[in-house]
């Protein structure tokens, strides 16, 4: 989920940035510092707006650097378990296929695309089941959190996805479903006559 965080920090503005307006020195040090970094209890930041700079900073002797006191608000993403998204798959790879949620990629293994088993076709570079579903390269796909494993970077954190459960899938399955149903209901119906 997305979420703001209102945050307070001292930012160190070395002598090489004093040339700079204040704010947007500080601005650019807070950037450099949160920005697209992974925190355990927050997620990952993905902005850092609306920097407030105290009026006055403080100089230790010896040190050519000035601190302030500042407050902002970051834009923050943290997946929770059992939260539900829309995402759009971004690769097929054997044993499943990984899908972006909000700026992070998560994984949905094979057991976890449906109730149906599922097979690798490296022709079409898709996972497929014998009656012909599929999954494939920029499906839409709603989708759920089952696991979140947030590390220090994006490349270290794993996040557990699954499209078992009534309701979730590719979009178009949906509709698939629906047409077979009306098919079977039609058979039976005939089949009475």
Known sequence: MYYELKAEDTVRLPPSMLVMK???AITKILREKYERRIFKDMGIIIAVEDVD???QGSVIPGDGGIYYKVQFNALCFLPHVNEVFT???REIVEFGAFASIGPLDGLIH???IGNEKFFYDKKIRALTTKRGRGLKKEDNVLLKVSTVSLKGTTS???IGLTMRNEGLG???W???QKAEKAAAKK???EAKR
Do not use: F, M, P, Y
């Open 156 to 158: 270290d954190t794993k």
């Open 170 to 172: 590719v979009q178009r």
């Open 110 to 112: 094979i057991s976890q």
């Open 22 to 24: 204040l704010n947007d």
């Open 87 to 89: 995402a759009q798959v």
């Open 187 to 189: 058979r039976k119906k």
């Open 174 to 176: 949906e509709k698939e």
């Open 53 to 55: 700079v105290g009026k």
